[in-house]
T-cell receptor, first 112, second 111 residues
Framework: DAGVIQSPRHEVTEMGQEVTLRCKPI?????LFWYRQTMMRGLELLIY????????DSGMPEDRFSAKMPNASFSTLKIQPSEPRDSAVYFC??????????FGPGTRLLVL | KQEVTQIPAALSVPEGENLVLNCSFT??????LQWFRQDPGKGLTSLLL?????REQTSGRLNASLDKSSGRSTLYIAASQPGDSATYLC??????????FGTGTRLQVTL
């Protein structure tokens, strides 16, 4: 298996632009997680899905952030409009039920 | 709110030494605890997962222990190697799946 796939790996954009991050979980996994990592706050859970349904989005910082999982093999995290403080590494992870989470390589986002 | 702290924040040891990384959490009502490794510019790799009913888990040169009542876990690395250099993160779950991460320990193993 190729593991969790994220795209793009790097994104540089200007403030106010829309940013879409993509994730393909490991086949057969039924849970998907979006995390954000910054120097100041460490790793934080933004949202997680179980069987394509959002279960907990309490970590989503504000309405500018939205996430979707239209099917078991694809999820997006969208930021609109983006701000410089959104600059971070965004990780996607997947798991089967309550077992170990497998992380993707991350998307490094820089908002100028 | 669960808070997870890791001490020390950074550690440098010569190759071959045994070492211990510490993790503490404020809410002992956890579901499980995991140790991860993160290499610079990379994602996280799961090392060990300890269920709340377990006391320890071992994988190769790694041994993780869990004392739920005191809110502590340790990761023991035997005979450290330069390839062990990375940031080590512990994470706990209260409800199934929702991980709360610690602050991390950056380990450097020197030749």
């Amino acid at each position: 298996d190729a593991g969790v796939i994220q795209s793009p790996r790097h994104e540089v954009t200007e403030m106010g632009q829309e940013v879409t991050l993509r994730c393909k979980p490991i086949s057969g996994h039924n849970s998907l997680f979006w995390y954000r990592q910054t120097m100041m706050r460490g790793l934080e859970l933004l949202i997680y899905f179980n069987n394509n349904v959002p279960i907990d989005d309490s970590g989503m910082p504000e309405d500018r952030f939205s996430a979707k999982m239209p099917n078991a093999s694809f999820s997006t995290l969208k930021i609109q409009p983006s701000e410089p403080r959104d600059s971070a590494v965004y990780f996607c992870a997947s798991s089967f039920t309550e077992e170990t989470q497998y992380f993707g390589p991350g998307t490094r986002l820089l908002v100028l | 709110k669960q808070e997870v702290t890791q001490i020390p924040a950074a550690l440098s040891v010569p190759e071959g030494e045994n070492l211990v990384l510490n993790c503490s959490f404020t809410d002992s009502a956890i579901y499980n605890l995991q140790w991860f490794r993160q290499d610079p510019g990379k994602g996280l790799t799961s090392l060990l997962l300890i269920q709340s009913s377990q006391r320890e888990q071992t994988s190769g040169r790694l041994n993780a222990s869990l004392d739920k009542s005191s809110g502590r876990s340790t990761l023991y690395i035997a005979a450290s190697q330069p390839g062990d250099s990375a940031t080590y993160l512990c994470a706990v779950t209260k409800t199934a799946s929702k991980l709360t991460f610690g602050t991390g320990t950056r380990l450097q193993v020197t030749l």
